[in-house]
């Protein structure tokens, strides 16, 4: 038996209004995207049409004049740390609140949302003086745990919210079984909240590598230590403003954006899905 899909006036309209909005979206990067292929005076003379003279050789320049390689690896090794580390803090943290019904567990989990109300500007002069005092001013391994420290309430309420949402039956069974509370959390509630991990995991990454103003202030602008994000808007004074070269850079660190996406964009349709269909 086929099925017919209901057409008329509002579904063209909804048509229209989903692709008029993926148009403005695509935009965006198409305009970065033949910019890096540019030099200064096509950019400003035709900014959205094809370059005359395809100038890739912009992004082996904009790759070596400010070592985007070292700065791409920083910046890996600062993300790829914290995202760990903010797991393994907040996967047990967001398990033993969901399964907490007490009012400690209810003032702890509220206390996370307290982390949203602090900009991070606002505490940049106490973080530099944290980082000097800890003597670990200008290093990586200060960056990794700012970072974890300010993944931690986003990840832990989202996180909660999630394993609250799976049948407490599944615990109790574990635990008649013999498994013990961290047992239970590797064997059915990780799995299970996959998904919400996935979105965590993606959300963080995108905040930390895109974040700017900390590994500026904190790590400095040190070839050895700074991030990409660091690196990337030295292009400008390094070689008088050349925007193709500006743009390929900007292009090859959203490269890893992209990436992280397409791996975890599975799981975080599933957690988006599942939230859905839930009630």
């Known amino acids: 038996m086929s099925v ?3 057409t008329g006036p509002g579904m063209l ?3 229209v209004l989903v692709w008029l909005y993926a148009a403005l979206l695509a935009l965006p990067l198409y305009y970065l995207l033949v910019s890096s292929l540019k030099d200064n005076t096509e950019i400003f003379s035709s900014a959205f049409g094809l370059p005359s003279k395809w100038l890739w050789q912009n992004y082996r320049d904009a790759w070596e004049f ?3 390689g070292p700065a791409l690896l920083n910046s890996a090794i600062v993300t790829g740390a914290a995202e760990i580390l903010m797991v393994a803090v907040v996967v047990p943290a ?3 609140l969901s399964r907490d019904e007490g009012w400690i567990g209810r003032l702890i989990e509220r206390s996370m949302a307290l982390g949203f109300l602090i900009p991070g500007f606002a505490a940049l002069v106490p973080t530099v003086l944290l ?3 800890l003597g670990l001013y200008q290093t990586r391994t200060f960056l990794v745990l700012y970072y974890v420290g300010t993944s931690i309430p986003l990840a832990v309420v989202l996180l909660t919210q999630y394993m609250r949402a799976i049948p407490r039956e599944l615990d109790d069974s574990a635990r008649l079984d013999g498994a013990g509370p961290l047992q239970a959390l590797a064997r059915i509630y ?11 995991l993606l959300l963080n990454f995108i905040n930390i590598w895109n974040e700017y103003l900390i590994a500026l202030v904190v ?4 070839a050895d230590i700074r991030t990409a994000q660091v690196a990337l808007p030295t292009l400008v004074t390094n070689v008088s403003a050349q925007y193709g070269l500006l743009t390929a850079g900007t292009v090859i660190t959203l490269l890893p954006v992209y990436a992280a996406y397409l791996l975890l964009r599975r799981r975080m349709e ?3 899905l599942s939230g859905a269909l839930k009630g």
């Open 4 to 6: 017919r899909r209901k």
């Open 13 to 15: 309209v909804s048509h």
């Open 66 to 68: 400010v070592s985007l």
């Open 94 to 96: 967001a398990y033993a």
């Open 131 to 133: 980082a000097i005092s």
């Open 190 to 200: 990780l799995p299970l909240a996959m998904p919400a991990v996935s979105t965590v």
């Open 219 to 222: 790590a400095g602008p040190s």
């Open 270 to 272: 599933d957690a988006l």
